[in-house]
């Protein structure tokens, strides 16, 4: 069993910032890619970001890019998500989940382990 815990959502004013936090149990959390997805209510889950095994490679959402910025610290078994200039289209539900592929991927049904979720709330 592999868990992961998502930390440092909340709520936002348009164009302000949020770090959200993934911290996976485990000894083997460098050897997976790892990524970020969110769910606005009503809608499907949708790719966000991910990070290959390094960090030396990251892929994003055209909707995101630019603003966010997805790290790791394998050290500390933690996956990061800074988000700036927030936009209302921003809020959602966001997860962080563990990738069983090789090579980035944006479809979640390559992911097999997911956090519980972080709510952010953006206001206009």
């Known amino acids: 069993q592999v868990q992961l815990v998502e930390s440092g959502g909340g709520l936002v004013q348009a164009g302000g910032s949020l770090r959200l936090s993934c911290t996976a149990s485990?000894?083997?959390?460098?050897?997976?890619?790892m990524g970020w997805f969110r769910q606005a209510p009503g809608k499907e889950r949708e790719f966000v970001a991910s990070?290959?095994?390094?960090?030396?490679?990251?892929d994003y959402a055209d909707s995101v890019k630019g603003r966010f910025t997805i790290s790791r610290d394998n050290a500390k078994n933690t996956v990061y998500l800074q988000m700036n200039s927030l936009k209302p289209e921003d809020t959602a539900v966001y997860y962080c989940?563990?990738?069983?592929?090789?090579?980035?991927?944006?479809?979640?049904?390559?992911?097999?382990?997911w956090g519980q979720g972080t709510q952010v709330t953006v206001s206009s």
């Open positions: 989940g563990r990738s069983t592929r090789v090579r980035l991927s944006r479809d979640s049904s390559e992911y097999d382990y």
């Open positions: 485990g000894r083997t959390f460098s050897s997976f890619i």
């Open positions: 990070i290959t095994r390094s960090g030396g490679s990251t």
